[in-house]
């Protein structure tokens, strides 16, 4: 799932390749991705892109008219084109959800593999109008957000700290690969609870927030979407890297699946050696 620093990498190749250009015509292929029916998506045909920003995890393209606004989901990416195919998108064929073509002959697709849907695509007036946006807490690399902010959101809350930090309406931007990187920088268990954490904890933690999402977001600046996948996945110290080696202490890296993801630790680093259930072997036990 593309998080804070990838979907910063594409809003500011956005907004640097976009801003000036004209939609000329915005093609949903997948219907169900689109999320609005007013103002309508035939709104944005002639409308200059006046630029891109991010709000969490969702990316918003203003023109002189209404602004697009999508999220990428989970399995869902931006696909560029300096000279947009001519091939006609023939919806349910085609993992395409929308096409918009520009005037200077450029354009992209948003795709989305899988058969899990759940990319969205919002036609509005304001930002604000689309739901996911309005419940965002705040940015962790707002210059206003600090280690007192972020005590103040971990205080009273008995979840685990790798839920907290993956909350949108918490914290806005991260999500199962970051948290899993910050807990593992702050040498913490992903189930420590909020509530548990001592003043050194939540400062250890804070930096580690910080100086991670700073790092990647300094990775991906930069980078032409085709890029960023990969620069995210280098970049990983323990996510994704299940039976590795750790690269801090030497330990193997440990995974606990769930339903439909996982988590990744490194024993040594984050639980004092202990190994962390896995959820998929004491459902079979019991």
């Not at 959101?153 to 991260?174: F, N, P, S, Y």
């Not at 899993?180 to 003043?199: F, G, Q, R, V």
């Not at 490194?266 to 190994?275: D, E, S």
């Amino acid at each position: 799932m593309p998080e804070m620093p990838e979907v910063q990498g594409l809003v500011d190749f956005l907004r640097e390749r976009l801003t000036g250009v004209q939609i000329t015509r915005a093609t949903v292929a997948n219907i169900a991705a689109l999320k609005t029916y007013d103002p309508p998506i035939d709104a944005l045909q002639g409308q200059e892109i006046t630029g891109a920003s991010r709000h969490g995890k969702f990316i918003d393209l203003a023109t002189t008219g209404p602004h697009l606004v999508f999220h990428l989901a989970k399995a869902g990416w931006l696909r560029w084109y300096d000279e947009l195919p001519k091939t006609i998108i023939r919806p349910g064929k085609t993992p395409i959800a929308l096409r918009v073509a520009l005037s200077d002959g450029a354009g992209f697709d948003l795709t989305e593999a899988g058969t899990k849907k759940s990319l969205a695509v919002y036609v509005v007036r304001e930002p604000s109008d689309v739901p996911g946006v309005a419940r965002l807490g705040p940015d962790p690399l707002d210059p206003s957000f600090s280690r007192d902010t972020f005590a103040e959101l971990l205080a009273g809350r008995r979840t685990q700290i790798k839920g907290v930090l993956r909350d949108q309406m918490i914290i806005a931007g991260v999500g199962n690969a970051y948290s899993d990187e910050i807990l593992h920088a702050a040498k913490m268990s992903p189930y420590a609870l909020a509530s548990s954490l001592s003043d050194d904890d939540v400062t250890r933690l804070f930096d580690a927030m910080t100086e991670t999402l700073t790092d990647a977001v300094a990775e991906a600046s930069g980078k032409p979407p085709a890029e960023l996948k990969d620069a995210k996945r280098r970049g990983m110290q323990v996510h994704g890297r299940r039976g590795e080696t750790c690269p801090v202490c030497g330990d193997e890296v440990r995974s606990v699946f769930f339903a439909d993801n996982s988590l990744e630790y490194c024993p040594t680093c984050q639980t004092g050696g202990k190994i962390l259930a896995d959820r998929r072997l004491s459902r079979l036990l019991k």
